[in-house]
């Protein structure tokens, strides 16, 4: 696929195909500018591309009409760097948020919950506030949030990007305990530590275009 | 969809925005109380329609000594005049007002305005023919037919007299629908810059509503609850603005004119037979401002 934003001339996303298979964990790597955020941004259908297609299951992302577009974010989990957790609701708030949007019964919501804040480590938390937190804790209360649906994939676009190396050594084994559920993992990042230390599929774009693809990749080397 | 969330979201709203919401609410209270008022003087106005309608007259009032001296007009002219008028098309009925009752019935409609009986002597009155139409609206015949004829000295149609009655209070209701049509456009406004604000205060929210999936129906219904409740408290406000207005003024001010039955009484179930209305008009114009605004100008 190819994506050139209207205000620019440079595609942000240069004829790239990729495909990844269900319960994969690929990094996306590539430096600022080179694409990374533009391609997830793709696959929540909050960009249409300029050109190409895009599939996630069974969706047709690019061609689908805009009325069915919840139905692909209720099967894709998100993360971001900078968290965005409502700073007015409490941490179990924050997660049961996301079930109540999509209309989930109550009793769902209140069985469900407390598990998924359990997995994340966080059960004895969940009535404080996002701000009591550390950022490792609230980037985990993200990640919970993003999972407590049962997503086909989890997206996170510099999960670890804020948070220092051993917290960032955390949430990585949280994400690998959620690639183990089956949930296929596709992360953004700029770390070399955890990519080199992972061992995963590693993606790598520069200006808009695939410049590698390894099946148990390192960041690269001479940076 | 969870109900509970949906109205903890909408309580929230109303709540964060609150001198909008009440500007936005005081400015709906003031254009349904005043469109309400319209709709009271359309009710009064179709009341003394009824009123009247049967009481619409043509009166020939007599010359000075036939009033003075004639108490059951048995002069040969005011037999006349009123055999005359008897046997004329479109008359129902002739009744003869001897000058003694056209006082009691001029202190009756007056009872109200002592300055004027006070005034008012029973020899400045006038005795008269009364004469009830089959149909009001040709009076103009019988009045050119009898106006100079001996022993008459003037002959008035009530029912132009009424027109023109009916033709201010009819002003008075336009005037009233004006005004509540520029508060009404005053109050979309608010509406729609409430909504707008209330989008903007609540983007990260509904931005993270948007990402985990919820439907543009959900994320918008908590704005559009908010405009309709807000318009339906204004409206509520209103109608209690009316019902005091009701009370406190136009009860006093028009007790004189209510008690000599010249104007029909307002109660307090007009008011209450117009509230659907008003409530109505209120949650339908708030609902479809707030489409319209998510619609056009909110990007969520
Ligand atoms: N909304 C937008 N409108 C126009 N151009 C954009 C937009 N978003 C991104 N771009 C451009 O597209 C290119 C790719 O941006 P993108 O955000 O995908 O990079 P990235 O790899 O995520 O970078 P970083 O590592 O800094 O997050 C950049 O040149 C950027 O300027
Ligand atoms: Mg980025």
Redesign the interface.
Known sequence: MTKVYKTSTRPALDNVSVEMGKGEFVFLIGPSGSGKSTFLRLL?REEVPSKGRVYVSNFDVAKMAR?RV??????IG?VFQDF?L?PTKTVAENVA??L????K??HTIQKVVPEVLQLVGLDGKADRMPTELSGGEQQRVAIA??FV?RPLVLIADEPTGNLDPDTSQDIMLLLERINRTGTTVLMATHDHSIVDSMRRRVVELDHGKVIRDDARGVYGVGR | MRASFVFSEVITGLRRNITMTVAMILTTAISLGLLGGGLLIVRMIDKMQLIYSDKVQVMVSLTDDISANDKNCSTSICADLQRQLQGSSNVETVTFQNRDQSFQRFQQLFQAEPELLRLTRPESLPATLQVKLTDPSKADALVKAFTGKPGVKTVDDQGVFLQRFFGILDSVRYATFLIALVQAAAAVLLISNTIQVSAFTRRVEVGIMRLVGATRWYTQLPFLIEAVVAGIIGSILGIVGLGAAKVFFLDSALSGPIASGVLPRLDLLDVVAISPILVGVAAVISAITGYVTLRLYVRL
């Open positions: 929540l009325r919840p139905r692909l974010r209720q099967s998100c965005r409502l948020f996301a109540e949007v999509i209309g019964p109550r949030r993003a649906n």
